[in-house]
């Protein structure tokens, strides 16, 4: 199994809402990875997640709250988000540093 | 961060090779070349990456300069669903930004066919 899984696929949230976006790997990666990408844009890098601890916060608002609670398992927590956080987010996972990421089909999230 | 530099955009036809260039001066010596693309609608799909000496796989071949300042993708004969955005990124090993994969702005690829 080479895939990693986001869900959902598409969530649509007013801005008082509390949503999470769940992402899922079984390939044994210790490292994942969460990236936000406007249209058009390449993707940004928000939080990297090493053996499950936080390593890399990119001063990431704290309306996004992160949380891996296994090794297989990668949550962002979403709360009184605003309309310019409409965006695909991007989950991934690797082995270790050097080696190539896997990417998930994102969530593509607006905010009304 | 370790920043590289790629032309905007890129035409090729329909089974006739492609060179994606891409110039990384800021290279550390320990740092990683990766080659990603893009499909639309779609998450970053890797597609190569190497060191030092030149890299093939199924999908493409890497050549990297001998100063390792600048690196091409080389896609041996291109087909339409090679249409996307291909990003070169320099993945960090040693450091504060250790791991991290910092997306440039991309190459964006047409296939004519």
């Known amino acids: 199994d080479t895939e990693v899984t986001q869900t959902p696929k598409h969530l649509v949230m007013g801005m008082t809402n509390k949503k999470s976006l769940k992402c899922e790997q079984h390939m044994g990666h210790r490292a994942m990875y969460w990236y936000k990408q406007k249209a058009k844009k390449p993707p940004e890098l928000m939080f990297v997640?090493?053996?499950?601890?936080?390593?890399i916060n990119e001063s990431v608002p704290s309306r996004f709250s992160p949380e891996c609670p296994n090794s297989s398992l990668l949550n962002l927590h979403l709360h009184a988000l605003q309309p310019e956080d409409s965006a695909l987010y991007l989950c991934?996972?690797?082995?270790?540093?050097?080696?190539?990421?896997?990417f998930g089909s994102g969530t593509q999230l607006s905010v009304l | 961060d370790a920043k590289t530099t790629q032309p905007n955009s890129m035409e090729s036809n329909e089974e006739e090779p492609v060179h994606l260039p891409c110039n990384h001066s800021t290279i550390s010596g320990t740092d990683y070349i990766h080659w990603y693309r893009q499909l639309p609608s779609q998450g970053p799909e890797y597609v190569i990456h190497?060191?030092?000496s030149n890299v093939n796989n199924r999908m493409a071949s890497l050549a990297i300069a001998e100063d390792r300042k600048s690196s091409t993708l080389i896609l041996h004969r291109a087909t339409l669903r090679d249409a996307a955005v291909y990003y070169c990124i320099l993945r960090v090993i040693y450091g504060g930004s250790q791991g991290n994969l910092i997306f440039g702005k991309g190459t964006k690829l047409s296939v004519k066919p």
């Open positions: 190497g060191l030092t």
């Open positions: 997640y090493s053996y499950e601890k936080l390593s």
């Open positions: 991934a996972s690797s082995q270790l540093y050097k080696e190539k990421l896997f």
